[in-house]
């Protein structure tokens, strides 16, 4: 591939936009499916979670073209007025085929993909600031000592996902408010991730009780898709608000690198070694591989040529962006190659949005 960065341009706006705004888009309510096959057909009979309606109205507020805006607010005021339990006050996490609130369990991972649609969407020049106050409200329910808990019920276990999204959210709401709440709650996620998530080895454990002690080994995980994530994500936080981290990313990088398989990707899970997903590859993971590999090569590390971006994206490109349905893609395979989906998740599109735009544009801007 000779030109690898206008094919990621092109096959953004050429392709994949059209295709999720177009067939991707339930013209009876107006909401993005959750999937559609690999000819490109919907999938109407999957149940529908509120963050794909948050995820695409991020992917087209930020898409760069102005013609996908208007469908990025439509989403955003649809999760927003049909989103909360009028009851409870909850928000929720499932729609019904009829889009009416199956189950609202007010989840933080939510809340999360919510506060970052709406960083887009005033990205994009819209008044977000009476959403931005409803979300707040929403999200001050879940305040832990320290973090937030998981939902309104505070189940355990606590996770580091969810504050991982957290820390997005409240990097890309401080780029676009220019409020310093957000960068004080984007610092203590960091904080979190310094002190209880990221081990000595440069794993990022996955899992904790109420304390913020990690779970035994028996009910832990390693994930190298989320240690590849933040790579990204403390990067573009010390970009956003000019602090340094104080993280070191060389050991994360060097500890996600070793966790690709024998043909450069990464699985689903790293450990417990016996745990069936270390015998999967979705795509999700490889496009924040790819992430990665630009920070680190942008901030001057001596890459591997095998773990340079551009390898990476032929790797990507390969084995999950060449399916029948132009704009779509594979999104889960075997070790060993053997394609396993037999949809694409919209909830992915985020994902490869955010690492071919970041890859063509060489890790500059947020």
């Not at 009979?45 to 760069?64: E, I, N, T």
């Not at 208007?70 to 339990?85: E, I, K, R, V």
């Not at 006050?89 to 609130?101: C, E, H, R, V, W």
């Not at 709440?181 to 996955?206: N, P, S």
Request: hydrophobic share 40%; glycine share 6%.
């Amino acid at each position: 591939m000779t030109d690898r960065k206008a094919l990621c341009s092109r096959w953004l706006s050429d392709a994949a936009l059209p295709l999720w705004s177009g067939i991707g888009i339930d013209t009876t309510t107006g909401t993005a499916w959750e999937a559609l096959d690999h000819t490109g057909a919907p999938c109407p009979d999957m149940d529908r979670r509120l963050r794909v309606q948050a995820r695409q109205a991020y992917c087209f507020a930020s898409s760069g073209n102005p013609a996908h805006l208007p469908l990025a607010q439509h989403l955003f005021t649809f999760a927003m007025g049909h989103g909360f339990d009028p009851v409870t006050g909850n928000l929720a996490a499932y729609f019904n085929p009829d889009m009416s609130i199956h189950t609202a369990p007010h989840d933080l991972y939510d809340l999360a993909f919510m506060l970052l649609a709406l960083s887009a969407l005033g990205d994009a020049g819209c008044d977000i600031t009476a959403d931005l106050a409803h979300l707040e409200t929403a999200l001050a329910r879940l305040k832990a000592p320290r973090g937030w808990h998981e939902n309104a019920r505070r189940t355990l276990p606590r996770r580091q996902n969810p504050h991982m999204h957290m820390f997005e959210a409240t990097t890309a709401l401080y780029r676009t408010t220019g409020e310093a709440r957000f960068r004080d709650m984007a610092g203590e996620c960091l904080g979190l991730f310094r002190d209880v998530y990221f081990q000595t080895d440069g794993r990022i454990l996955e899992y904790f009780d109420a304390g913020w002690h990690p779970l035994t080994k028996d009910k832990q995980t390693i994930e190298p898709g989320h240690m590849a994530e933040w790579i990204y994500l403390i990067d573009r936080y010390e970009t956003v608000t000019g602090a340094t981290a104080n993280v070191d990313l060389d050991l994360l990088f060097d500890a996600v690198v070793t966790r690709r398989d024998i043909a450069g990707f990464l699985p689903d899970r790293a450990e417990p070694v016996d745990d069936p997903a270390c015998k999967t590859r979705r795509m999700w993971p490889q496009t924040e591989l790819l992430k990665a590999a630009v920070v680190m090569q942008r901030r001057g590390a001596i890459l591997d040529p095998n773990m340079a971006p551009n390898a990476i994206f032929d790797l990507l490109w390969h084995d999950y962006l060449t399916p029948k349905s132009p704009g779509g893609w594979y999104d889960k395979r075997a070790i060993d190659g053997t394609l396993l989906s037999d949809t694409m998740p919209a909830s992915t599109f985020y994902h490869i949005q955010c690492a071919l735009r970041f890859y063509a544009a060489d890790g500059q801007g947020v």
